[in-house]
């Protein structure tokens, strides 16, 4: 397949294809919960950098291979298969970021992104011109057409079911495959023929030469690297800090502590390097227990109740609820959950991670800490911390279990 190709320039059209993947598909998360007008500019950011990473790949993979000397590539077809591209790539991740996407949906817009792929590289490839005939084996044709399909359908999927963290890379990945196996799955089916007798391609209308397509295939290799960075670079959540009157300082820490020495958290008021205590006394007391947590989805904010949640998860700066099937992101922060969660059925069993204790199905020790596994029809499991461990146990009622059997 990879015969006479340039095996430098072949690695880096997948790299270029999964850095693309991987900044469109991340930029795609951010979709859930925007306004109306920032979901469409986040839709058609996110399908210009899946587009760009389609196209780039495909044409550092031309440079790649072994074409016949003095071949040119005609402006037009190119500039229509990168608007395939785009086209393409958008309405399937329209269909897929509306609510709650289904089976049929999911399906739908696999196969339209395979489509599309198969059709701007073989639009591509009609603008390749020169003395020569293409001749394309239909097998491959097929072949090719299943590749792009199957990995696109499967990339969409391992997107859906969590969109941070390593599912995020895993669905780059597995549409840098679908982008790269349908591009050389195809070139190898490809055959260039003399133009004795046969009808070939001329280089009628406007054309480029290899080396300005070089050119601009760094150009665009530059934005999707400068993309990829920048997407890596973590929001900030902004934190607005409450006053606080210095008399409540003073009652509190004593009168020879500034209060700007002071911060509040959700729930709470510390002194920096100490433990934070509950606002009580101060006028703000602490918010009642909620009976449902927020969290985002494509169309706008969800909530989920309390009694469906399994856990919450502080990964990197999102913060995940799970409910037993999926997880889904949340606009609290960890902490903002834990003071709105009551403390009589969930407990912060680690740093990043809080459980609810009716719904852990098992507990296993596990190095200095433990484990447990939370029920549902998608069981996952959570760490426990080694300060943590005593205290679960005794809620789980295994201390007294123990103390009787002994």
């Not at 590539?73 to 958008?90: K, Q």
């Not at 599912?167 to 591009?183: P, T």
């Not at 706008?300 to 009694?307: K, R, Y």
């Not at 949640?309 to 609820?321: C, E, F, L």
Request: proline share 6%; aromatic share 8%; hydrophobic share 50%.
């Amino acid at each position: 397949m990879f015969a006479g190709h340039n095996p430098y320039l072949v690695v880096l059209s997948v790299a270029v294809a999964i850095l693309g993947g991987y900044t469109g598909f991340g930029i795609a998360t951010r979709l859930r919960g925007t306004q109306s007008i920032n979901r469409r500019k986040l839709l058609a950011w996110a399908a210009g950098f899946l587009a760009i990473g389609i196209w780039t790949m495909h044409f550092i993979g031309m440079l790649a291979a072994p074409i016949p000397d003095g071949a040119t590539y005609l402006v037009l077809p190119t500039i229509i298969s990168f608007l395939i591209c785009a086209l393409v790539v958008g309405i399937s991740l329209f269909f897929v970021s509306i609510g709650e996407p289904s089976e049929v949906r999911v399906t739908a817009s696999a196969l339209l992104l395979g489509v599309g792929i198969v059709s701007m590289h073989y639009v591509g490839m009609h603008g390749l011109a020169g003395d020569f005939h293409i001749e394309h084996k239909p097998a491959i044709i097929w072949l090719a057409s299943l590749v792009a399909v199957g990995t696109a359908y499967g990339g969409l999927k391992i997107f859906l079911a969590q969109h941070v963290g390593s599912r995020l890379a895993l669905s780059a990945v597995a549409f840098g495959v679908a982008v790269s196996g349908m591009h050389y799955t195809a070139m190898y089916g490809m055959r260039f023929r003399s133009v004795t007798g046969l009808p070939h391609h001329s280089a009628d209308g406007l054309s480029a030469s290899p080396q300005a397509l070089a050119l601009i295939v760094s150009l665009l290799c530059f934005l999707i690297i400068a993309g990829f960075l920048l997407f890596l670079v973590p929001e900030t959540r902004t934190h607005i800090r409450p006053a606080l009157p210095e008399a409540a300082v003073a009652r509190m820490f004593g009168p020879t502590l500034a209060a700007e020495e002071v911060d509040i958290v959700p729930g709470a008021i510390s002194i920096k390097g100490q433990r934070p205590l509950p606002l009580a006394g101060l006028g703000q007391p602490r918010p009642g227990p909620a009976l449902r947590i927020p969290v985002e989805g494509a169309d706008g904010v969800h909530f989920v109740e309390t009694a469906d949640v399994r856990s919450i998860n502080a990964d990197a700066h999102y913060t995940m609820v799970h409910d037993g099937t999926r997880e889904r992101m949340s606009p609290w922060s960890i902490s903002e959950a834990e003071s709105h969660l009551d403390p009589a059925f969930f407990l912060r069993v680690h740093r990043s991670h809080i459980i609810a204790i009716s719904h852990v199905a098992f507990v296993r020790k596990e190095g200095e800490g433990a484990v447990v596994e939370l029920d549902g029809s998608a069981p996952h499991l959570v760490p426990v911390s080694r300060a943590k461990s005593a205290e679960l146990r005794a809620r789980l009622g295994l201390t007294r279990r123990r103390a009787q059997q002994s």
